[in-house]
């Protein structure tokens, strides 16, 4: 079994910033691909960026200069650094990842309970 801790969310003001953090523990290898989505009320969850297992990175064109995704392989934890923070980014904010649970086993997929992020004034 393998929990996802997710951290980092809360308010802050427009034009500032907040760092996520997914840390994965229990029966995990490592995390081989992560994501960071996020779901706003009356909107469905999207995509925000994503970390391949080599590291290449993605983002979504509504964040993509202000967000940046990063990992930590020796601690299991996937990191969202958010700048210029503006109200329409307010949203829950989730983490996915691909982990190892063993050797010889498939990639399973987890998702992480989600950490509110609201920006306002």
């Known amino acids: 079994q393998v929990e996802l801790a997710e951290s980092g969310g809360g308010l802050v003001q427009p034009g500032g910033s907040l760092k996520l953090s997914c840390t994965a523990s229990g029966n995990v290898i490592r995390i081989d691909a992560a994501d960071w989505y996020r779901q706003a009320p009356g909107n469905q969850r999207e995509l925000v960026a994503e970390i391949a297992s080599g590291g290449v990175t993605n983002y979504a064109a509504s964040v993509r200069g202000r967000f940046t995704i990063s990992r930590d392989n020796a601690k299991n934890t996937v990191y969202l650094q958010m700048n210029s923070l503006k109200p329409e980014d307010t949203a829950v904010y989730y983490c996915?990842?691909?982990?190892?649970?063993?050797?010889?086993?498939?990639?399973?997929?987890?998702w992480g309970q989600g950490t509110q992020v609201t920006v306002s004034s």
């Open positions: 996915n990842v691909q982990y190892l649970p063993r050797v010889g086993l498939p990639l399973y997929d987890y």
